[in-house]
Structure formats: C-alpha cells, structure tokens
C-alpha cells in the first residue's frame, strides 16, 4: 500500500509542476487561450468525477468495521507513558483479531508493525474512551507495537512485541 | 467600485517581515538540529529534542500566520482606512506571546509540542510543571487576542466598505445577477473569506486553551479528550490555512504588477471563494481518522472535503495563474519567481495531503513522517515561498537600481535555485521515510532510517543557505531604500 501510495503521489506531483514549468517557459507566447474556461470547466467536471469514484471505491469496505464474528479473538492493549501493557502475546493468523486500546493517561497511539518494518495498521488510545480495531494476520512472525501519537519524552521508546503463530 | 485608494501602511509590515525573516532562519536551523540528530550525526537529549520540535512547530507555524497577517494587512490598507494602532497592538501582543512561549520551552522545559493535545500539558510525566504548561497557553492566548483584534479590524473595515460581508465576499456575483463591474477587488474576497475562518478558528482555540489553562490549574477539572482534539484542530486546522490564504493575496495584487492584466474578481473566482471558505471550516475532522469514537459521518466529511478543497486551488487559483503565465509576458524578478512559485509548491504539496486524507491511507500513514512530508511542501515552498517574494517585492524599487541594472541578478538566481532544490529534496526525504514507515515526532531513529534523515539534512542546508540569501536582500533592499 504504501509504495502505490508515494508512486501515485509522486507522479501526480510532478505532473503538477510540469504544468506550470511549461507555463513558465511558454514565455507567454502561447495563444491567449479563448476556450480556457471551458478547459477550466473541464478540469473541475474530471475532479469531481474522479472523486466520486475514488470516494466510493474507497468507502465501499467501511476501514474502520470490526465484525461481531470475532469477537471471541479479542486483546486488551493499554498504553501509558511511557509502556505498552498487551494481555495475550501469543495471537493466531489469519483470524479476524480485535483489539480494545485503552490508555492509562494521556492520548498515544497505537500501532502494529510487521518483520520488514512496514506500518500495518494504527488506532488512537484517547483517554476515556475504548477505540476498537479488527486486523487480520496472514503471516507468522513478530510485530511490534510503537507509539504514534505524541506523548512526552519517551515517546518513541514506547515498544512492545506481540507474535503471530504458525498454526 | 472601490479602487485602491489608500497609502498603504509599509512601516509597521516591513519591520514585521525582518522579525519574520530573522525568526524564520533560526526555527528551520532548530529544524536542522533535529533532522541531524534523527540521522544520528548529532546528538541531543530527547528532553530537548521535544523542546525544539515544540519551538519549531509553535514558532513556524506563528511566524507563517504572522506573515500572513502582514500581507492581508499591508494590501488591504490600500482599500480601508484602517486603524494603524490596531497593527502595533497586534505585533505587541504576538511578541509578548512569544517571549511566553520560549520562556516555557526553554526555562520551563515545556515539550507538549505546537498542537498542547490535552491532557499532556497537564501530563507530563515529570518533566516539566504546570505553570510551564499555563506560561505557554497564556502565550498562545496572547497571540490569538492579537490576531482577533487585527481581524476584526479588518473584518469591520470591509464590511462597511463593500456592503457588508456579501458584498465582500462577491456574492451577488457568485449566486446572484451581480456584474463583474460591481465586485470587490479579487484580494478583498480573499481576505474577507480568511479574516472569517480565522476569526471562528481563533474562538474555538481560546476556548479549548481556557478549558486547558483550568484543568491545570484545577485539577479534578475533566475535559472530554475528544471534544478538547476537535477543537484543537478545528484551530490548527484553520491558523494554519489562513496563513496561506491570506498570503496569497500578495499574488493576487502583485502578479497583475508583472504581467499588465489584473487578477478580476470572476464569478468562478467569487464562487470559489465561498466554498473556500466552507471548506477549510468543515474538513478539520481529516486529523481525526484514526478516532474511531467520532461519528462515522464525519470521518467520511473529513475524507470528503479533503479532496474537495483541492478544486478551487487547483481549477481556480492555480489555474489562473497558469493562464496569465501563458497569455502574456510576465517580468521576472526575485518577487515574481517567489510568488509563482509559492503558488505552485502550494499546489503540489495539496497531493499527497489529499492522498493521506483517505481513511485506508491514513490507517498506515497518519503520524508517520508522511505528514511533515506534505505541509512542508506548502509551507516551505507555498507559504513561506511567498511571504519571501512578498519581501522581495516591498523593496523592488531599491534592488531595481543596484549596480547590475538587471531585474533579476546571478545571485537571485542562485538563491532561488538553492531554495528550491533544497525544498523539494527536503520534502521529498520526509514522503519517502513516510512510505517507509519512519513514525513522526520521534528523538531518536533506528539504525536503518538514519541515511534519509542525512540526506534530507543536506538539503535543509539548502533551505536555509537559499533563506538567508532572500533576507540578507531584503535587508540591503531596506538599506537602500533608506539612502534613496
Ligand atoms: C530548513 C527548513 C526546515 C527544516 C530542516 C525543518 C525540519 C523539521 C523537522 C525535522 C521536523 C520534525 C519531523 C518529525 O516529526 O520527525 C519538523 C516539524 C515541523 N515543521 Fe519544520 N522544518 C523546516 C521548515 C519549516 C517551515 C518553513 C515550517 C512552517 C512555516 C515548518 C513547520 C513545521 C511544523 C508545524 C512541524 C511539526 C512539529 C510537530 O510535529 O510538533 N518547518 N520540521
Ligand atoms: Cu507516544
Ligand atoms: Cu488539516
């Protein structure tokens, strides 16, 4: 996901600033342009459209859902300044897994990476609140837990470990 | 219809534009600070590590808001006859706001970064005290009665001067038979659309630095964290926008300087502007994406109008600027490049922000390096871009006469070159260490991410080599001003 998302990104940006890099080299040369509005109206039509689609393919699956059916897979994550406390350490793969992320003081942030570093899903721990999120393991191994919301000097200290078994 | 009549009021904005290029060199030399250390070329206490990214991103994101403010108030003293005191009221009480500010960080030791998410003001875990905590809020309360005051000032002028703020925003001409004719200067639409948002920002701010300020000093105070998050970024959200709204008006009344045509207030224009101005309001909750507390709703409006805002700046305000770079010949100097050029770094960085304003993106790239990755794209080369061009233009006529002759000199040249290789190296580290997972807001590093923070510090040289240079000709455009 990540890859897709910085490849995307860099080539929209740089088609951005192509536009105006052959803007500024057209010298103002270019033929004062009497169908601009109408481009301009075709840029705003392609936008909207665009958007639609991107919207809705990307709500279809509500991100946030966690399903009733897993409910008897859940863990309890709490964070707190700066540690994090997980009541199993032992979880099974490819079983929808919720977690119950609870702070003990202030908001941080709870997030799941897997062995080759890559960020896998995170949920805010709020104060007074239990935010739940349903992942799905699909491989073995270790993840850790880090902290992603700032929480005061130790923040980035703030790392656990939980493992996904083979079976 | 009411033509620029007034003599602007230069004195007070250009003392405020060499406080403002001054802070701004020592803040992105903090900023280098920290980059060196995540590379592990330095190395810091991470107890000052959080005091200078909360200097930083306090100071940055002031200074941006006070640059703004300069420009909005420079250009719309030509149209207004407004109140001068109000100006020197407003920067006092920034200044004083600052001088709060460092004291806290630096004597006080506060670290509760720029955005104070409650209750760690109140939490510190022993490092600093309540009354470093309060010391700061109080600053910000200083800084934003500033701002209030200057916007209402602002506010009040255009009301009575262009009938009320219907007029002043163009409406008639965007949902009624208004006539071009009859519209207010395209730049009076963009201030009286940001002096609104601002004004609704601030209040929410003050509300939530009260309730702050009371629950440390109060303990058994509660506050919902929830609610305290919302209102925070309803404020950030908002400074943090009107500060580039607001300086874009030096394009909309410098760029016509250049290029012969003026920037008119069309009827997409005016439109554009109301929707600006719903949507820089309503698209705040994009911060909140990973609260599953929030009503779904919102989230989807947060994901909703992230993308949204980017049609009036992409269809409209850059793409007129793309038509007046291609109609006609456009004079190049240090201003024109800075201004054309904070439009288009404005226009790129809105990508990946819209991008990380999806909910599944978002899931793995909230709060990782992806984030200071796109706004310093519009801040560093959109806001600050053009708040450097609209320096550069204040003593256009000093540097016009330097011995060279020519508008636009070797050492421009170089400057802007550096700036923004510089900016776009930088910028584009902080995405690619996003994609790779490097969290933000981290003191120190792991082993395998230290080579990006390099990197990305050699280009920060960059940008600041590239700044300095703007300043130093800003101050010997200000010298020679004085001579002539
Ligand atoms: C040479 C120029 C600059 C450098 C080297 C620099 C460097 C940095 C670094 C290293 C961070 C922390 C990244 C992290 O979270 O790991 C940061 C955060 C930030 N910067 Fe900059 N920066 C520069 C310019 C600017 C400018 C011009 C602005 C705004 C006008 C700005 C606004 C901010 C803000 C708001 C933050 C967030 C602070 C926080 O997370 O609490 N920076 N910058
Ligand atoms: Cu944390
Ligand atoms: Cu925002």
Redesign the interface.
Known sequence: MQMIVLAVSLVLMALTALCFAAAIRSGGSARPADRSEERRRGLIWAMLVVGLVVTSVSLREWPHSVSAAAADQTVNVTGGQWFWEIDKTELPRDRPIVFNVHTADVTHGFGVVNESGRLLFQMQAMPGYVNRVQYVFDKPGNYRVICLEYCGVAHHDMITEFTVAAN | MVEAKYDPQAGPVKVTMIIAGVVLILLMTFGLIMRLNQAALIEIE??LF?QIMTAHGAGMVGTAGLTGAAVLWYFMSRYVPLVGAVYNVFLGLFLLGVVLILGAIFIGGY???W?F????PA???G?WTSGAAATFLLGYVSIGVGFLVMHLEVGRQLIRAYGGISGAMAWPLAFGKGRVEDAPPASVVAAMASTIFNVIGVVFGAAVLVASLVNLLVPGFEV???LA?NMIYIFGHIFINASIYMAVIAVYEIIPEY?GTPWKTSR?FAISWSFVLLFVIAVYPHHLL????MP?WA??TG??VS??S??PL???T??S???Y??????KWDLASSLL?LG??GW??GS??AI?DG????N??????QWVPGHFHIYLILGEIAMAFGFMAWLVRDARKSAPTGTRMGGLDRLAIGTYLVGGAGFT?MF??S????I?R????H?P?WTSQAGIASLFAVLVIIGSTLFVISYLRGLAGDKDA
Do not use: C
């Open positions: 991470p107890a959080y670290a509760g970064a955005t998410l409650f209750p760690l939490m510190s875990g490092l919902d964290a929830l998050k290029t997409v990973q609260d599953v507390a779904a989230l989807v994901q909703i993308y949204l980017g049609i992409l269809a409209v850059a793409f600027l793309l038509l770079l291609r109609a006609g010949p456009i054309v439009v288009a226009s790129v990508i990946p991008i999806m909910i599944v993106v899931k793995v790239m909230h709060n990782t584009v995405l690619v996003g994609a790779m997972s969290p807001r981290w003191a120190v792991a395998e």
